[in-house]
């Protein structure tokens, strides 16, 4: 069988994005499906729901997959299922609907606001007491390109994600800085070895759509996504 006529393995993991409103979460999130961004964005009522896939190559997994002898790629195609999660208040006490079984969180908070980093902590907190204990969370802090405006250092931000074991990553949604390698790394992380599925490699990288699974009726608060 040539390359071109192997399939390829494929993973699929519920990750869900949480932190204070107007940090960046739903334009980390579309940069990373759509590879856009908007300046300005309705806030997020409940949450949203979002699919996007990545090609992890041979090279990328080394030795986490057994070498393709067996009619199949050597790559895997690892499927996110996201929630990106309101960051208002008064959304607050939906959250464990979306954060249950999940395999992976991210937390972002503004690099240019302290508190939001305070928020971010009470989330973490959250997961670590709520959800899964295997879950991978991962600190971020957004709005990398107003770096000059930072009110956070990168180093105790870091050395507070590595206190607890979490991956740390600071990303631009508005230039794009970093953001595929964020997800990428996660991928990286999520326990393929013990779900991956033998499928054809259709759709690979296909972007969807997001959908509002909130019922709320939607507000005209708008949040800065950069």
């Known amino acids: 069988m040539s390359q071109a006529q192997k399939q390829v393995r494929q993973a699929q993991f519920k990750l869900v994005l949480l932190g204070e409103s107007a940090v960046g979460k739903s334009s980390?999130?579309?940069r990373f499906v759509k590879n856009s961004f908007d300046e300005?964005?309705?806030s997020t009522i409940g949450a949203a729901f979002l699919t996007q896939s990545i090609k992890l190559t041979g090279d990328d997994l080394g030795e986490s997959l057994a070498p393709a002898d067996d009619g199949f790629d050597d790559g895997l195609i690892v499927k996110f299922e996201i929630w990106d999660t309101a960051g208002q208040e008064r959304y607050r006490s939906l959250a464990s609907m979306y954060y249950r079984n999940a395999q992976?969180?991210?937390?972002?908070?503004?690099?240019?606001?302290s508190e939001s980093l305070e928020k971010a902590k009470y989330w973490i907190k959250e997961l670590q007491k709520q959800a899964s204990s295997n879950i991978l969370i991962t600190l971020v802090g957004n709005k990398l390109d107003l770096k000059e405006e930072r009110q956070v250092s990168e180093e105790s931000a870091r050395l507070f994600a590595n206190e607890l074991g979490l991956l740390y990553f600071e990303v631009s949604a508005k230039s794009g800085e970093n953001v595929q390698d964020l997800f990428k790394q996660i991928a990286l992380k999520m326990p393929f070895k013990a779900q991956v599925?033998?499928?054809?490699?259709?759709?690979?990288n296909k972007q969807s759509v997001s959908v509002d699974l909130s019922q709320r009726p939607t507000t005209n608060d708008q949040d800065c996504a950069c």
């Open 197 to 204: 599925s033998k499928g054809n490699g259709a759709g690979k």
């Open 104 to 113: 992976a969180a991210v937390v972002v908070y503004d690099i240019t606001q």
């Open 40 to 42: 300005f964005r309705e």
């Open 28 to 30: 980390i999130v579309q």
